[in-house]
């Protein structure tokens, strides 16, 4: 037997609950990893929640672990029993100690990234990868406006940002995470509990305004985000940790500058098994060079994923959280 976290019915940090099943077997192009370590997400809430439904209850929770390889089925070849990996996709129950998934959305792990490394980063640091690489190339010398600075996601973009010499305004809502974002590269910060974000970024920019606006908080910020914005700008939106957004009059982005929106995702550019793998390689070579290093800022036993989950939406964490099974 094996314990995984799962709910049979949407709700409150309550509805999860610590079971016991039966480890499955890998099926063809599968294979089942023994997670040492979970990483935990704000996407992890909203299936919970049922902002986004999940395919069936109950269900398990999450998308993003590492450990090593278990058990391969048939017509697998690029991974065997014993290799180190880590995932960002696939279908929920990585909140387990054993997780079955197709092999490729599964990628091995250097020598140099341990497991909880990993599965703080592989999620997080995949999207910073395509929204900073991909979803507009940055090339150097842009400035751009990032809400949520001091998180898992955001830790991370500070570090690739600066590494890239792209000048990234954060938002935060403490002088304790505005340092902190500051640390990892941020090349100024906004506190949103007592300055208004576009006044400073008019402020800061000397009235240029921002190249792009990246925004994983959703309703709250919306309007704001898009007065960030110079004149064609790019607004992404990538998140909805305040809840999604809804009731937008696509007037608005004339009316704010002929202003350019997108609302992208990891399993829109992780596609297929060469894309990841690239993106996968992108990101352990930005860790292995020191670039970018994964602030750990809390761990929870896997029993305790209710709590880790209250303390996530609760803005109480600072960096990445993982769990350990």
């Not at 305004?169 to 995470?177: H, N, Q, Y």
């Not at 060079?289 to 709590?307: F, K, N, V």
Request: glycine content about 12%.
């Amino acid at each position: 037997m094996a314990k995984r976290i799962q709910f049979a019915r949407t709700g409150g940090p309550e509805v999860l609950e610590v079971v016991d099943v039966t480890p499955a077997e890998p099926g063809p192009g599968e294979v089942r990893v023994r997670n040492q370590a979970v990483g935990l997400n704000f996407i992890d809430i909203y299936f919970r929640t049922g902002l986004y439904p999940a395919p069936s209850l109950p269900s398990g929770l999450g998308t993003e672990g590492a450990g090593v390889v278990e058990a391969v089925g048939e017509g697998v070849e690029h991974l065997a029993v014993g290799d180190r990996v880590a995932y960002a996709q696939g279908p929920l129950g990585a909140y387990a100690e054993l997780h079955v998934l197709p092999a490729e959305k599964v990628v091995a792990l250097p020598e140099g990234i341990d497991a909880e490394t990993a599965a703080a980063a592989m999620l997080k640091g995949l999207t910073v990868q395509y929204l900073l690489r991909q979803t507009c190339p940055l090339q150097g010398g842009e400035t751009i406006l990032w809400h949520a600075a001091a998180g898992g996601v955001g830790s991370i973009a500070c570090q690739w940002a600066k590494a890239l010499g792209v000048k990234l305004i954060g938002t935060v809502s403490s002088p304790e995470k505005a340092a902190l974002a500051e640390k990892n590269g941020a090349w100024a910060t906004i506190d949103t509990t007592r300055e208004d974000v576009a006044e400073r970024v008019r402020e800061l920019t000397g009235g240029a305004m921002c190249d792009v606006v990246y925004d994983s908080v959703g309703k709250d910020t919306w309007e704001a985000s898009l007065d960030c914005l110079k004149p064609r700008g790019l607004m992404v939106s990538f998140g909805n940790a305040s809840g999604p957004v809804e009731g937008v009059n696509i007037g608005i982005l004339n009316q704010k500058g002929s202003l350019f929106v997108t609302r992208p995702s990891l399993n829109g550019y992780a596609d297929t098994r060469e894309r990841l793998e690239a993106m996968a390689g992108d990101l352990f070579a930005m860790l292995e060079s020191g670039q970018i290093t994964i602030d750990i800022g809390q761990r929870y036993p896997l029993a305790e994923a209710a709590r880790a989950q209250e303390a996530l939406a609760g803005r109480k964490t600072t960096g990445s959280t993982v769990l350990i099974p």
